[in-house]
């Protein structure tokens, strides 16, 4: 997929998480429920951009929803919703970031835009490559949604922000690439390959 994201997940992390469904499956819960906060937050901090609250509220309860459906087949699946971990992932990304942040919604916007883009590439590589016909489905089902998240972040960082956007979405890159690299694997949708 043409995701202009620094570093591709090999194939090969999908043959590494297919055998712990119900860890994979409890991790995406808790990630559509981040992404739901996140832009909670987004729209609490920035009440006075309209076009943000009117862009983002849509994506907010789209994420609920997707909870919904993965928690519905993890507990299908005789499995349950573990307890909320941190995530190396986005935590390295918000640390990075404010090293050389000038504004705090533009990074906000970016990253979003950038654990969009990632998890729309992960999913698309379960959803071609899981041996689980029904995950692969529901894993597919939901691409065409983080294709449009992750379209409405970087669009309301362009609009606000115009070709500053640009560059620190370069430098944004770089370092998202930088910390899935350093990240371990572990069967969660956001893990490393080492």
Known sequence: MGLDLGWATP????????PYELELLSDHAHCELKAAAMGQVLIAKNPEYPTLVEAITPIVIEEMQHFGLVFEELTRRGGQLGEQMPSPYADGLHRGSAEGRTSM?????????????RSLERLHLLSS??????????FGGLCASEAQHRAVFLGLAADFFGVAANSRLDELTRLEATVLEGLSFAPRVHSGMC
């Open 11 to 18: 194939v090969e992390w999908v043959e590494r998480i297919a």
């Open 105 to 117: 919604l533009l990074d906000r916007l970016l990253i979003a835009h950038l654990i969009e883009g």
């Open 129 to 138: 490559f899981h041996p689980d016909v029904k995950l692969r489905a529901m």
